[in-house]
Every structure is written in structure tokens, then in C-alpha cells.
């Protein structure tokens, strides 16, 4: 009989979590990502989903134009603008796209102007009847070669002319992290061969694995770790603000109905990883390794055993710990450099960030093994008990990637090293994962134990 791997997956972003995000303060303006697709279009290009733009930037309006100087890269690039838009009353509004070339314009995701196509700088309006309240609305605008233009207009009712759509009547959320990356980005072909190729989505899960829902209508954690305890039962901690740990019983069944939830702990601090160790359970929290320990056998916390905090921490809110990884007594773990809103690298950063960390079970005894990473996300066991690491693309890294822990690395991010490492030698990756083609902002690396993938990561 075929075996397979069965794989866990639970939703972390939740519909409840989406409308939390949508409700979040906002600020006047646009939000403005540039794509640069790096070759000829005839329309708005179908952008493959998750890709990071070129390009992200707030703006007060939209009127722009070129070529401009200095620019990476001046045409052959796709514009994607969204903001919230206010409408003080109901009524007829007119909307108007001035664009070389083409450009679409959509309203609570319903296309409303359609002025696509391969053209110089041109007017196109419409009319619609809105009710007052607010709006999601996306404009998207190609420039292939030549000049280019994108400008968007309104007239409101009783209005003679129209003027620029700008801050006053739409915003955007306020403290986004602007992250960008370099590189042409994928499009997807407008007519799918019958041959599977690039740009053509995925259908179906490989038929070495199976896919089995686990989640209980009504609970719509933001996992932050997850682990096993003996007998197969689940632990998990969550990115919250109460910080909870729960334990799920039943998930054998592939029910979510039969499965039992039991929260035992809460008032963790973004803890970002989870390790059971024979009865033992450790949780990773921003500052501090913790052991939650239950004093009188009922699975409730009773007590949280400080067992390091030997590491700096800011306020900086990109200051994560990433683990848990167990051997002979040690656990290991990754801690993130802080960053600035919009990407940028910190500087100075505190003490001992961008690096690996182990700390030993009992003693409480800590040692710092690398440095030289960004955001490495994910710890994990591979091949012959090896641990390897991942990271993520940013400052000084192009892509992300996976990494074999060494003792004594340097992985390439510059940010927060001694004075005299500034001219060692790169670590190199034991491989790149291509930004935008394999994936983005890689999380745990594991080892698949069964199945056709049997001993590969």
C-alpha cells in the first residue's frame, strides 16, 4: 500500500482577521506598488498572486508620467493602486482614466472602466451610481514602451469639471511595512496551454500527500508553533495578544467536529515557537525561553519557569524569536534583526540580533552560534540530525533561503556585526529559493519521515 504523508494546515489569517486588518487606522492617500514585468503586454498583464513589487510607496494623488530619469527601470511595468474611498453622498459619480497605455479601474472589485489596451495618452470616463459610505478601489495601469501616463479624475454631483481623485476622499492603512524586492515578476498567459507550464496555477495537491482540515468552526488561531505530545495530541501557541497555548485532542479522526480544544496557558509574548521534550514543554517567547510547567496533573499551567533571557530585545516590533529546535539537551532558535517601516535595516541595532541561539534545558546556559541573518523564520531538523535555518529576503539579501547551521557562520546580512567581521566571508545557502518563484518569507524547514519523499526536506 502507497503510504502517505499526511499535512497539517491551519489558517492563520481568518475572515475575522481579514475585517480586523480592513478596520485598521488609516491614513489620506494611495497605495502605489510598480511591478516590473520586463516585457511587451498589449493589456493590464494578470499578475501571478504573492509576488513583492519593485516598488511600494504612499502618494496623494494620482498624476503621473514619464520616462523618468534615474529610474531602475522606465518601461515594460505594471502599476497596481488601491486605496479606500470615501463617498460623502449617494449620487452619480463620474470617473475618468488618463492613461498611456492601458488602464482598469475597479470598485469593490466590480470593473467600472475599461480603457485597456495599447494606446498614447487618452481619456475614458463613466458614470456609476454609488451609495455613500465606503469603496475599495483598485486602478491598474501597464506602460509597454514610449512615454507613459496614469492620471484618475472625478467629477461629483453638481460639480461643472472634473478635478484629481485625491487624500481628501481616499486613504490607505497607516504603518504599513513596505517591503519590496528586486527582478522581473511573473504574469500569468491569458490562454492556458493544455501542457503544464509557467504562469499556470496549480489544480490539485501532489498525489503523494493528502490535506485534511483541522479546524474547528469558530476557532481561528494565528499559530505561532505547533508540536505533539505523547499520544499524537496537538500543542500549539499563538500570536495574539493573549498569548494562548492550547492543546487539540481527536485530530486523527480528520474531523474538525470531533476535535477537543483545551487552552492550559495564556500571556505569552509573541511566541513564535513551541518544543514538547519527553514531559516537558518549552515555549519561545519574544524575551525570554519559557518552560510551562503543570504543578498538579490537570494540563493548566501553574507555573512559567524563566529559563534564559539572555538576549536583547527593543520595542522594535520586528525583533522576533523564531524556534524551537531540541538536541541533546539544548534547544535552538533564531533571533530577527529590527527593521525600519518600509524594509530598511535598522541602525544600530541591539545586542546579539541577526543571529542563532541554543540554550541548554536545565543550566539555562546560553550560547550565540551565527551571524549575519535578517528574519530567519523557520528552524528545523534535516538529514543525519543536521539543523538547518531559514531566512528572508531583504537588506543584503536578495532572495531567501535555506541554511545548514554552522558554528561560527556568517550568512550574509550586514546589519548587526562586530567591527571586525565586516569583511568576512559569506556562509553560502545549501540553496536559494528564487523571490516570487518558489516562495517568499519561508517558515519551518521539516523532514518528511514517510512517504515518497521519504528522508528529503
Known sequence: MKQLTLILSFVLWSTSAISAQENQEHEPGFDLDVYWIGKDMKLVPDLIPGQTPNLDMRVDAIDMSGPQK?????HHFLTVIRGRLRIPQAGTYEFRLVSDDGSVLYLDKK????????????PKEVGIVLEAGDHALELRHFENLGDWKIAMEWRRPGQKNFELLDKDYVSTPKGVVRVTSPGMKKIRKRVYATAQGDGRPLTALHPGLTLANLRPRGFEPKIGGIDFL???RLVVCCWEPDGRVY???????????????????????????????????????KQELTELIDLDGDEIIDEYRCVSDAWTVSANFHEFAFGLVEKDGWLYFNLAIAINPGGTSTNPQVKNRGRTARVHMDS????????GLRTPNGIGIGPGGEIFLTDNQGDWLPSSKLLHLEKGAFYGQRSALPKDWKEKPVTPPVVWLPQNEIGNSPAEPGMFRSGPFMGQM
Open 70 to 74: 534615474g529610474a531602475d527601470f522606465a
Open 247 to 285: 492543546i487539540l485532542d481527536g485530530i486523527h479522526d480528520k474531523e474538525p467536529k470531533n476535535v477537543k480544544i483545551k487552552q492550559i496557558a495564556s500571556g505569552l509574548a509573541e511566541p513564535l515557537g513551541i518544543k514538547v521534550v519527553g514531559e516537558r514543554l518549552f515555549v519561545l517567547q
Open 364 to 371: 539555562g546556559a546560553i550560547e550565540f552560534l551565527t551571524y
Open 230 to 232: 505523547k499520544g499524537g
Open 111 to 122: 470593473l467600472i472602466l475599461d480603457h485597456d489596451g495599447l494606446h498614447g495618452a487618452t
